[in-house]
């Protein structure tokens, strides 16, 4: 069975503002990199738009069906997306567990049917987080085609024999933490993940997000955050950014 290497992202200048979208796939013989914008769109828009893109590239030059495509990408909200959340979706017509229009669905239908062309035809597909700007070369190099696109930046494509190509797409060790879609691995990586559980839990707070009751909330505070949730049952995270909050509250919508 060969394998086939996904890297993708996205970025969004003001999120909602201008935005990118970055990817590559390889095979054992070529790579080729792909890239798009949006003048108003959001993160989570292009993540998804990148992953779509990428899947649709393999269908059109990969002829062998019995393929591994191993997706990576630094987006826990399309990793969820498409592996836990989708199928409840669907069953329930595409509305969220509160009752809510399920955002984006336009890109998790057509990610679904990008999937789903790959599996028929024998494909098994992985879905790898790699965690993001810690230096992994395959996710820096679609971050840069994402982030420069999106600024309207002039970026050059490769398209040609993988053994030309500079990018390192095979070396995860750069900071990588252990994803929780995988099972434990080594003592090695074991010791990533905490290193990189105890980074989070040290690093300032953009927002706490609750459920209480099926409603979810935003606090700016932790004392405000656990004056709601304290001896109730109820969920809460801590977010250290933006995206994370935004995918936070995704995962709590489910």
């Known amino acids: 069975m060969d394998t086939i290497l996904i890297y993708c992202d996205g970025a969004a200048k003001g999120n909602p503002g201008r935005g990118g979208w970055g990817a590559l796939v390889a095979t054992d013989t070529r790579v080729v990199e792909l890239g798009g914008r949006e003048d108003h769109t959001t993160n989570n828009r292009m993540e998804l738009t990148a992953a779509i893109e990428a899947l649709t590239c393999v269908q059109t030059f990969c002829t062998e069906s019995k393929n591994k495509i191993v997706v990576h990408t630094d987006s826990s909200y399309v990793i969820n997306g498409i592996t836990k959340w989708v199928r409840g979706w669907e069953h329930k017509g595409w509305v969220t567990a509160a009752k809510q229009p399920v955002l984006n669905k336009d890109l998790w239908v057509a990610l679904v049917a990008a999937r789903d062309a790959c599996t028929t035809c024998g494909a098994e597909i992985v879905w790898q987080y790699v965690a993001g700007h810690v230096?992994?070369?395959?996710?820096?190099?679609?971050?840069?085609?994402?982030?420069?696109?999106?600024?309207?930046?002039?970026?050059?494509?490769?398209?040609?024999?993988?053994?030309?190509?500079?990018?390192?797409?095979?070396?995860?060790?750069?900071?990588?933490?252990?994803?929780?879609?995988?099972?434990?691995?080594?003592?090695?990586?074991?010791?990533?993940?905490?290193?990189?559980?105890?980074?989070?839990?040290?690093?300032?707070?953009?927002?706490?997000?609750?459920?209480?009751d099926g409603t979810i909330q935003t606090h700016k505070t932790w004392a405000e955050c656990e004056q709601r949730v304290k001896g109730k049952m109820a969920r809460f995270k801590k977010a250290t950014s933006p995206d994370e909050e935004r995918a936070i509250i995704a995962e709590f919508s489910h």
């Open 135 to 212: 230096g992994i070369a395959g996710n820096e190099r679609v971050d840069t085609i994402a982030s420069d696109l999106a600024e309207k930046k002039y970026v050059e494509l490769f398209d040609g024999a993988r053994d030309t190509y500079t990018v390192d797409i095979t070396n995860l060790s750069a900071g990588n933490p252990t994803s929780p879609q995988q099972s434990r691995g080594s003592a090695g990586q074991e010791v990533a993940a905490k290193s990189a559980s105890k980074s989070h839990s040290r690093a300032k707070a953009y927002s706490y997000i609750s459920k209480v």
